[in-house]
């Protein structure tokens, strides 16, 4: 039992690129979110879903995309990354009221 | 959004001491879950405990207990006999099921407690 992968763990970016963070759990968890977690600001939502094909927007969700066509995955796509989106991004599932299970994160860089 | 708050950005004890972390929330919600998540320096998120705040007796796992008290929306987190392997970051988060956001936590920005020898 994995829990929740993330995919990369570290990644540089130049402004202007796009890429996508993988994100996969094999829980059957139907609630998955997306934060980003900057110093000094704790996490903040970006993006969730409440199950395939279902996504809806966060705190912070300007710049990102979602999509949700399995359970399992839930990727998150920068469309053109800038400075500011140099953080540390979660992906977290979770089972109703339990409580997230979340992945071990991925540090990205915008340059 | 629910606002949570935790007015201790740092907090240090010594090893075998108690520490209590404060947190509140503002919320107008009758049903919610709360947590504390704890991230030591490998980042990874923890959950450490969890209320649901239609139960009035307050969560305890092990060395870990809270203070809920829901007229005054404040829950408190209760280390005892802290170890070294406590230091870590730790997070408030609120919950409110049934809404559209379907289970999105809501965090504080942290308290960052270090366990001295």
């Known amino acids: 039992n994995a829990g929740v992968t993330q995919t990369p763990k570290f990644q540089v970016l130049k402004t202007g690129q796009s890429m996508t963070l993988q994100c996969a759990q094999d829980?059957?968890?139907?609630?998955m979110s997306w934060y980003r977690q900057d110093p000094g600001m704790g996490l903040r939502l970006i993006h969730y879903?409440?199950?395939?094909?279902?996504?809806d927007q966060g705190e912070v969700p300007n710049g990102y995309n979602v999509s949700r066509s399995t359970t399992e995955d839930f990727p998150l796509r920068l469309l053109s990354a800038a400075p500011s989106q140099t953080s540390v991004y979660f992906c977290?599932?979770?089972?109703?009221?339990?409580?997230?299970?979340f992945g071990s994160g991925t540090r990205l860089t915008v340059v | 959004a629910q606002t949570v708050t935790q007015s201790q950005p740092e907090m240090s004890v010594q090893e075998a001491e108690t520490v209590t972390l404060s947190c509140t929330y503002d919320?107008?919600?009758?049903?919610?879950?709360l947590f504390w998540y704890k991230q030591p320096p490998s980042r990874q998120m923890i959950l450490v405990i969890r209320?649901?705040?239609?139960?009035?007796q307050n969560a305890t796992e092990n060395r870990f207990s809270v203070n809920f008290q829901k007229a005054a929306k404040s829950f408190s987190l209760k280390i005892s006999d802290s170890q070294l392997g406590d230091t870590a970051m730790y997070f408030c988060?609120?919950?409110?099921?049934?809404?559209?956001?379907?289970?999105?936590?809501?965090f504080g920005k942290g308290t960052s407690l270090l366990v001295t020898p």
């Open positions: 988060a609120f919950m409110k099921p049934y809404s559209n956001s379907g289970y999105a936590l809501n």
């Open positions: 879903s409440v199950g395939a094909g279902i996504t």
């Open positions: 919320t107008s919600e009758s049903n919610y879950y």
């Open positions: 209320q649901e705040a239609y139960k009035q």
């Open positions: 829980m059957n968890h139907e609630y």
């Open positions: 977290a599932s979770s089972y109703a009221g339990y409580g997230y299970t």
